[in-house]
């Protein structure tokens, strides 16, 4: 069955930088794009990044510039490099697996790390 472990969340000053893993198991890591979504207290669950099964990444557009999305399709891991954190970005991050290899349509979740940004 499919599974996703996330790891790496904690507590961070604003400006500092945390990187978050996602050990994936059950599928053909390779041939799926696989996703980080993040959900605040109080909001929705919103994408955050997606790297396609060719590695092409997305971002939205309050991460560009400060959070990076990668694949280790060897060990089946995606990785999240998250700098420049802000007091927004506090949230609970999960890691999800896409139907398909060139798109994100979330079809399985991770359980979630929390990720809190205070000085």
């Known amino acids: 069955q499919v599974q996703l472990v996330e790891s790496g969340g904690g507590l961070v000053q604003p400006g500092g930088s945390l990187r978050l893993s996602c050990a994936a198991s059950?599928?053909?890591?390779?041939?799926?794009?696989m996703g980080w979504y993040r959900q605040a207290p109080g909001k929705q669950r919103e994408w955050v990044a997606y790297i396609t099964s060719s590695s092409s990444r997305n971002y939205a557009e309050s991460v560009k510039g400060r959070f990076t999305i990668s694949r280790d399709n060897a060990k089946n891991m995606v990785h999240l490099q998250m700098n420049n954190l802000e007091p927004e970005d506090t949230a609970v991050y999960y890691c999800?697996?896409?139907?398909?290899?060139?798109?994100?349509?979330?079809?399985?979740w991770g359980q979630g790390t929390q990720v809190t940004v205070s000085p």
């Open positions: 059950g599928f053909i890591f390779s041939s799926y794009a």
């Open positions: 999800s697996k896409s139907t398909g290899s060139g798109y994100l349509r979330a079809q399985y």
